[in-house]
Each structure stands twice: as structure tokens, then as C-alpha cells.
């Protein structure tokens, strides 16, 4: 098999995976899972395809992370992989789907507007 490469988004963060047969080492920007995602519920976050295709152990991981924060970051992984796992094998892609790691999530952080603290904050009013 050779490597399977697809792109994972979530708000800022793009997560470029890069996917082949092995024994189920995941690296993110040359660093172990664990190193680079020192919390266990991200690392669980990107585990999750792996998880639900029981395919933890059959391949090694990839990832080349840039922009956004952690939480963001590992949202981006986790759809890479399970993108990665739909083009190694089609059947995949109804559990995939069902858990929903292939939707992209599109909320985007809204911009600040002029004349106001944030978004849609707004100065304190004052009558007098």
C-alpha cells in the first residue's frame, strides 16, 4: 500500500495526513501524539477514526499541523484520518460518516465590527 495523503480543516487549523500501512504510530509536526497533544482527550479526539474502524494497530499516521489552537487543531486531524481511512477503504465511510467525522464543521469566528467591543457587544448605553 502507499501513502494515502488528504487535508483535514476545522476553524484555522489545517491538518495535511499522510497515511500508511504499519503499527499504529501517529507523529504530528515530527513529534509523538502524546508529546504534541499532552492531554488525553485530544489525543483521544484524534484517535477516534482509528478507534471506531478497529484499525488502530494496521497503520502509521502522519500529520503536518499549522495554525489555529489545540482544540481546533486536533478536530482537524481527526477528519484528515477518517478522509485518509474512506479513500484506503470505501466500506469505512458509513461508520465515518454516522459519528460524523467527515462533515466539515464551517463555524468560523465572527469578525469584530467597528464602533463596538467585539461582534455584537456593545458599549454600555447611556441615557444622560
Known amino acids: 500500500m502507499e501513502v494515502v495523503n488528504t487535508v483535514g480543516r476545522r476553524k484555522a487549523a489545517v491538518a495535511r495526513v499522510f497515511v500508511k500501512a504499519g503499527t499504529g504510530k501517529i507523529t504530528i509536526n515530527q513529534k509523538e501524539l502524546e508529546v504534541y497533544f499532552p492531554l488525553n482527550i485530544l489525543q483521544f479526539e484524534v484517535k477516534q477514526p482509528l478507534l471506531v474502524t478497529e484499525t488502530t ?18 478536530e482537524a486531524a481527526r477528519m484528515g484520518i477518517a ?46
Open 57 to 74: 494497530e494496521n497503520f502509521d499516521v502522519m500529520i503536518n499541523l499549522v495554525g489555529g489552537g489545540i482544540k481546533g487543531q486536533a
Open 83 to 128: 478522509r485518509a481511512l474512506c479513500e484506503i477503504n470505501p466500506e469505512y465511510r458509513s461508520v465515518l460518516k454516522k459519528n460524523g467525522f467527515l462533515t466539515r464543521d464551517s463555524r468560523e469566528v465572527e469578525r469584530k465590527k467597528p464602533g463596538q467591543p467585539g461582534a455584537r457587544r456593545k458599549f454600555q448605553f447611556s441615557k444622560r
